[in-house]
């Protein structure tokens, strides 16, 4: 018994050898809007959480201290860039570089040129900002 029309499967000879897909009767949708909300294209994931905390502390009736963090890049994740002719930038500059490139961790600093993470500061490294008020 076959779960699978034999049809759909690749002949023994020519580019798909030793099984796959027969492209005569499956290929990639490539119609937006055909396949519901399916994201059909996708690449590497890009992660880069930001986290804002705010306390705010009353002094006295009319007199209050606020204290306020923002962290941009919290968890400081690597994010896979797209190899080249597939959305390639300044990361993937060499020809001899290959799939996939890598944001770098390393808090900013080091990479590739002297001038890495100068142009595109909300890819690099995790931010911390302090902030504090006194309101009256």
Not at 62 to 78: D, R
Not at 110 to 128: H, W
């Amino acid at each position: 018994m076959s779960l699978i029309n034999p049809k759909y499967l690749a002949t023994s000879s020519g580019p798909n050898i030793g099984g796959g897909a027969n492209p005569a009767f499956i290929t990639p949708n490539t119609t937006p809007g055909t396949i519901g909300q399916r994201v059909w294209l996708y690449g590497p994931k890009y992660w880069n959480d930001d986290l804002s905390l705010s306390k705010r502390i009353p002094l006295r009736e009319s007199l209050s201290f606020t204290f306020q963090a923002e962290m941009l890049n919290v968890f400081n994740h690597p994010n896979f860039q797209q190899g080249p002719g597939a959305g390639c930038n300044y990361y993937c500059t060499s020809a001899g570089y290959q799939f996939p490139f890598i944001q770098g961790s390393g808090f900013g600093l080091g990479g590739i040129s002297p001038n890495y993470n100068t142009d595109s500061p909300n890819q690099g490294a995790r931010v911390i900002e302090l902030r504090a008020n006194i309101e009256f």
